[in-house]
């Protein structure tokens, strides 16, 4: 038998897809059963449906996730919880100690308050996860000329790259971050041992100075300049966080 | 301790859904190592949002931001890498080609080479039909969830995984031609 010359089409083969997925309630079921029964259209793209599914399953790669990705995901997840734990456990700490370890964790853990997500800790979750290993720069280096192409393409924004060497900050590398459901740029900053982010995405308003909010002992320092919003992070001393906006906002 | 929400926490919220999520990341990408950052991003995204996750549907949840921390990956990706997408504009609801119930299925779709060639098949379809069929096939959900994760109507997802079928029998079907 060759093909029929003329399929033709018939209102019903959505419904033979949904019976097919197992879509339909049984009195649905029936009822297209006996529709079937006389409509070759109908048989047609059953046996079509199956044969598609059936090559689909068989060969359509399914991609299972990389054994290196769950590891940085479990291990992503891990710590802020674990810690407080482990450090208990190891002291065999007084009951007290233990509950304010717990405590900490599930602050630390609700991120976000129900509904309004909080953009200081999202900030500070981006900060410290980039603080990983391997984690911290999508691009290494401390030419602000390279840093800033970098972004190119990448943003629909483009991030005003500074270098502080002359003042102690120098610029180490930038990466991509989300924050508040957006892609915002991260520039990384040392300051000797200890690392500054600098989130930085476009906001709508006046300049405004820098004000200061602590979480959890880092300290973030937020501006808006020149129609960009500015979000330094660090565990460096406030001041010193304080002293690094200021110098920023004064270079041109 | 870390538990949030009645006992739920990230783990057990996400990482029971990671295959799927780079599945899905992986055919809607269609590159091994952005399929990657996709699902890290989603799941960081997930991390900052997921004490505010009530529903029951975690699977559903996580999978909806992995597809849009696809869609964000390709929008920018957009005009670095140009890939042509089968055309999507045939009428809505037409029959499939028919195929003749006298073949044998090995003589179609089960050729030899016929993984690789159902794997650009796959691949060659808008995005659109493509994560719907992924949904459905490889995944196996509801129509319900599909239109939950891809944010259309019930009656899209029966439209467009109809088209989706139907190109992939035309496309085996013409490869089957010797």
């Given at each position: 038998m060759t093909r029929p010359h003329d399929p033709g089409e018939c209102e019903m083969t959505l419904l033979v897809q949904a019976d097919f997925d197992g879509e339909l309630d049984a009195a649905q079921a029936a009822a297209l059963a006996a529709h079937r029964a006389d409509c070759p259209i109908c048989q047609a793209a059953a046996e079509s449906l199956g044969r598609v599914r059936q090559a689909l399953r068989e060969q359509a790669p399914y991609h299972r996730a990389p054994d290196a990705l769950r590891a940085r995901l479990t291990a992503q997840a891990a710590p802020r919880r674990v810690t407080p734990v482990r450090a208990a456990g190891w002291r065999r700490a007084a009951a007290a100690f233990v509950a304010g370890g717990a405590i900490a964790a599930s602050v630390m853990l609700a991120?976000?308050?129900?509904?309004a997500p909080g953009l200081p800790d999202q900030v500070l979750a981006g900060h410290l996860r980039a603080l990983e290993p391997g984690h911290l720069e999508d691009v290494i280096s401390t030419d602000q000329h390279t840093v800033k192409p970098w972004f190119d393409g990448k943003l629909d924004f483009a991030p005003p790259v500074k270098d502080l060497k002359a003042d102690g900050f120098p610029l180490e590398g930038g990466r991509l971050d989300y924050l508040d459901g957006r892609r915002v740029a991260a520039m990384v900053y040392g300051r000797a041992k200890h690392i500054i982010d600098l989130y930085a995405w476009p906001e709508a308003g006046a300049d405004a100075t820098p004000s200061v909010t602590e979480r959890d002992g880092y300290n973030i320092v937020r501006w808006r300049q020149n129609g960009m919003a500015l979000w330094a992070v660090s565990d460096v001393e406030r001041d010193q966080l304080v002293d690094f906006a200021r110098r920023w906002r004064s270079m041109p | 301790m870390g538990r949030i929400d009645g006992g739920r926490d990230f783990e057990s919220l996400v990482l029971p859904h990671l295959d799927a999520a780079y599945n899905l990341a992986r055919w809607l990408v269609r590159d091994p190592v952005a399929a990657y950052d996709v699902v890290q991003e989603a799941a960081v995204r997930a991390l900052t949002y997921f004490a505010s996750f009530r529903g029951d549907n975690a699977r559903g949840w996580f999978l909806q931001i992995v597809r849009n921390a696809a869609y964000a990956s390709l929008k920018l990706d957009r005009g670095l890498r140009t890939v042509p997408l089968a055309t999507?504009?045939?009428?809505?609801?037409?029959?499939?080609?028919?195929?003749?119930?006298?073949?044998?299925?090995e003589h179609t779709?089960?050729?030899?080479e016929a993984h690789a060639g159902l794997d650009r098949m796959l691949a060659g379809l808008p995005v659109e039909l493509r994560e719907t069929i992924v949904l459905r096939e490889?995944?196996?959900?509801?129509y319900k969830d599909i239109a939950h994760i891809t944010d259309v109507p019930i009656g899209t997802v029966m439209s467009r995984l109809w088209r989706a079928r139907r190109l992939l029998a035309e496309a085996a079907q013409r490869e089957a031609v010797p």
């Open positions: 991120v976000v308050p129900s509904g | 999507g504009d045939d009428t809505e609801a037409a029959a499939p080609e028919p195929v003749d119930p006298a073949d044998n299925p779709l089960l050729k030899t490889l995944e196996e959900l509801a």
